[in-house]
């Protein structure tokens, strides 16, 4: 029976283990097809939810692809690898710090490396909004400026970074010990400044043409009201009570 017979019929394990079948025929002959076989069933196994397999075959696809100079396909499947590596860790025992921790740390030195080995194609940027997501509880402000980056440098997604940043920085403010760093509060302060000017420039081309083709209907109220939140609280002074505000 076919794989997409398979997948289509919804046995997924059995349409993994054909494409493992098919795999093994073709990894001295044409090594090509079963990097994109492995890469398969690494997405089967993703479905699955099963995140440990997926990292084993998409390990697999990254190493045939860069040993056959495809880094396109090497880095479309070392990102969905790490993706299965966020899934895994997510859905990691809470009550077992020592592996939790352990998956984390594997998890972001897996985007480290991607970010520094495919730097000059698109999946980084992917990964570096995943680290930001992965850090804004421990650095908000590196996380925020991290958004602020590539949202300064994408088009399409521009404003969903931006959206991503300011939620990352209304907490920062509202919530997060200006004490937890020494220079905090600098760093804070100027990752505002230029959330505040990437947003109002955005906003106000939005207003000028009424409909912005660049934002979803959406996107513009929330944006204003990230705005109008981080303005109040820079007119507060540090002594109100945030919470309860």
């Not at 930001?132 to 402000?141: E, G, K, Q, S, Y």
């Not at 200006?178 to 109002?200: C, G, S």
Request: charged share 25%; glycine share 4%; with cysteine.
């Amino acid at each position: 029976e076919s794989v997409s017979n398979l997948v289509a019929a919804g046995d997924l394990t059995a349409a993994r283990s054909r494409l493992l079948e098919m795999r093994t025929s073709f990894e001295r002959s044409q090594p090509e097809i079963a990097a994109t076989l492995s890469m398969q069933s690494g997405n089967l196994a993703i479905h699955l939810g099963d995140w440990q397999s997926a990292q084993a075959d998409l390990t697999s696809a990254v190493a045939v692809f860069k040993s056959l100079e495809d880094r396109d396909q090497a880095a479309a499947s070392d990102l969905l690898r790490i993706y299965a590596m966020s899934r895994h860790w997510d859905g990691s025992d809470s009550s077992n710090a020592a592996v939790r921790d352990q998956i984390e740390a594997d998890y972001l030195a897996a985007l480290e490396q991607h970010i520094a080995d495919y730097s000059d194609l698109n999946t980084s940027a992917k990964a570096r909004e995943w680290r930001a997501m992965l850090l804004r509880a421990a650095d908000p402000v590196s996380a925020a400026s991290e958004l602020l980056e590539l949202a300064d440098h994408g088009e399409d997604d521009h404003a969903m970074r931006l959206m991503q940043s300011g939620e990352i920085l209304i907490d920062a403010c509202f919530g997060w010990p200006l004490a937890a760093k020494p220079d905090h509060h600098e760093r804070l302060t100027a990752t505002i400044n230029e959330w505040m000017q990437q947003t109002e420039t955005m906003l106000a081309g939005s207003q000028a043409a009424e409909v912005s083709a660049g934002i979803d209907n959406w996107t513009y109220p929330v944006l204003e009201i990230q705005r109008l939140m981080i303005s109040l609280e820079r007119r507060w002074t540090a002594h109100d009570d945030w919470q309860k505000l």
